[in-house]
């Protein structure tokens, strides 16, 4: 029978190896990034390590984070107010548009304010899997019953690389679909799990 130092060891020792593959797997993706673009000059020694860790603390912070769109801004002077009105506004929308209950425990306004335009709220959630729940309902904001919610948007808070990263791919999606359509071959392109992916139904023929 192990002993509870034994049990915390053993947690340990699994917590450093997984930690280490994501490292390991993340610079992996860094470096073909680095590989296919054009190179001015040559990085310095722990310029990528350096950035593996930056980026996968950055992505730890912003883990439970969105950003809603088309989402009124409140009018009120004072700035506390301001956030309190929109993290009530956010958390009726997920109760009204998607049935759910979702604690906003902070919101920020995003960007310069302007006339006649609401900016992007990033609401930051209680917890990792109630924003996961959020992405995955935000869908029903376009058939709810508030006919204002149909335009609201709501995605995952994204760092500076990934905002890059799939601008690339949505880059990559368009052109494969305008060539597609020039040859008026009927492949169908889709993003799926970070890559262009064909979804083209295949006819499958019986043979005797």
């Not at 470096?31 to 000059?41: C, F, K, M, V, W």
């Not at 425990?105 to 335009?117: P, Q, V």
């Not at 368009?174 to 979804?199: A, L, P, T, Y």
Request: net charge positive; hydrophobic share 30%.
């Amino acid at each position: 029978m192990t002993t509870l130092h034994e049990q915390v060891k053993k947690a340990e020792t699994e917590i450093k190896s997984t930690y280490a593959y994501i490292v390991k797997s993340f610079d992996a993706k860094l470096q073909t990034i680095s590989d296919t673009r054009p190179q001015i000059g040559k990085p310095g020694p722990g310029t990528y390590p350096d950035q593996n860790l930056n980026e996968l603390q950055e992505r730890k912070e912003r883990s439970k984070n969105l950003i809603g769109y088309e989402i009124p801004e409140s009018t009120p002077d004072d700035g506390s107010n301001r956030r309190m009105h929109d993290q009530v506004h956010f958390q009726t929308i997920c109760q009204e548009g998607m049935d759910l209950k979702a604690d906003a425990t902070d919101t920020i306004r995003l960007g310069e304010k302007k006339e006649g335009r609401s900016r992007p709220l990033r609401v930051k959630l209680a917890d990792e899997a109630t924003m996961i729940r959020v992405l995955l309902l935000a869908k029903n904001l376009a058939r709810a019953e508030d006919i204002l919610l149909h335009n609201t948007f709501i995605r995952r808070d994204r760092t500076p690389l990934e905002r890059k990263e799939d601008y690339e791919l949505s880059t990559e999606l368009k052109q494969r679909r305008e060539e597609s359509k020039k040859k008026n071959d009927g492949i169908r392109w889709i993003i799926r799990k970070g890559k262009i992916v064909d979804v083209t139904p295949r006819r499958h023929t019986n043979e005797s």
